[in-house]
């Protein structure tokens, strides 16, 4: 989200706790073979799916812009339910929506190391509406809110669009929008982020190898620094060996291991943020579960 430096008072974070209540009731009425299904081929034949984990990155940039100078311990628990609203042969082949919570939990100068004494950093809500569409494309509009229940960083509000193709590359894009008071960059003005990316997968044996590579991109003030806007953010790429847990295909879903490599290069204020280096290098790695 925001550098760690700016300072900030903070909503609290009880949309993001009751939207996962809410879909959690709904579940039953939703889906009701959840538990009927044990021991058959589908664990899950109701329209809604529950995408969720733990992943632990060596350090937290997002978008390019660096969360913390003095990282110790992060992880950043995750979930997701997506419900199927509608299906069919048109020109639009499913109506979808997804709601879900996603966190950073530090230890490190920005967490519980830091002034505020308290490890949870970041809790974001989002709400997706997305499309199905022919030869494997996805158009989606989303809404996030980004807070910080520590108070490191001011609410950023955003609303995206997002165009996916599902094949070998795997091409998007993604245009968002700050709508709130703040933007991620702690600049005077409210930004228009741009990201293109891909990430191609192959098979290596029962594991999956992804090569996602993206870059970001300021379309207007999205990458202030010192009152003057740099469009180039940042150039990720990376690598990401994917490992499915045997036997863990299961009534409780399927589960897998997870962990990787992503070598960022900076832009001007990229690299300001990132304490004047041109480049750094992430590992992370995770467990995650699909129901």
């Given at each position: 989200m925001m550098p760690a430096e700016v300072t900030i008072v903070r909503l609290r974070q009880r949309a993001a706790r009751h939207a996962l209540t809410c879909a959690s009731a709904l579940l039953l009425w939703l889906v009701p073979g959840v538990v009927s299904a044990q021991g058959t081929a589908d664990p899950n034949p109701g329209r809604l799916t529950f995408t969720g984990g733990v992943d632990a990155p060596s350090v937290y940039v997002f978008r390019g812009i660096l969360q913390e100078t003095d990282p110790k311990i992060t992880l950043w628990p995750y979930g997701d339910i997506g419900m199927v609203l509608a299906s069919g042969d048109g020109a639009i082949k499913s109506v979808n929506v997804n709601v879900g919570v996603w966190n950073s939990l530090q230890t490190g100068s920005s967490g519980s190391d830091?002034?505020?004494?308290?490890?949870?950093?970041?809790?974001?809500?989002?709400?997706?509406?997305?499309?199905?569409?022919?030869?494997?494309?996805?158009?989606?509009?989303?809404?996030?809110?980004y807070t910080s229940p520590n108070q490191m960083f001011n609410t950023v509000k955003e609303v995206g669009v997002k165009v996916a193709q599902a094949s070998r590359i795997n091409p998007y894009g993604l245009v968002a929008l700050e709508v709130g008071e703040y933007g991620a960059d702690g600049g005077q003005h409210k930004g228009t982020y741009l990201e293109l990316g891909a990430a191609p997968t192959l098979?290596?044996?029962?594991?999956?190898?992804?090569?996602?590579?993206?870059?970001?991109?300021?379309?207007?003030?999205?990458?202030?620094?010192?009152?003057a806007d740099h469009a180039f953010g940042y150039l990720d790429i990376g690598g990401l060996l994917t490992i499915p847990l045997s036997g863990a295909t299961s009534s409780f879903g399927a589960w897998n291991i997870h962990g990787g490599v992503d070598l960022l290069m900076f832009g001007d204020t990229t690299k300001a943020f990132n304490?004047?280096?041109?480049?750094?290098?992430?590992?992370?790695?995770?467990i995650g579960v699909t129901y």
């Open positions: 830091g002034f505020t004494e308290h490890a949870h950093y970041e809790e974001d809500f989002y709400s997706t509406l997305s499309f199905g569409l022919a030869k494997g494309l996805t158009a989606g509009l989303t809404y996030t809110a098979p290596v044996g029962r594991m999956t190898l992804g090569v996602p590579v993206k870059i970001g991109m300021s379309l207007g003030n999205y990458y202030e620094l010192d009152g304490a004047g280096d041109s480049r750094k290098v992430i590992g992370l790695v995770g």
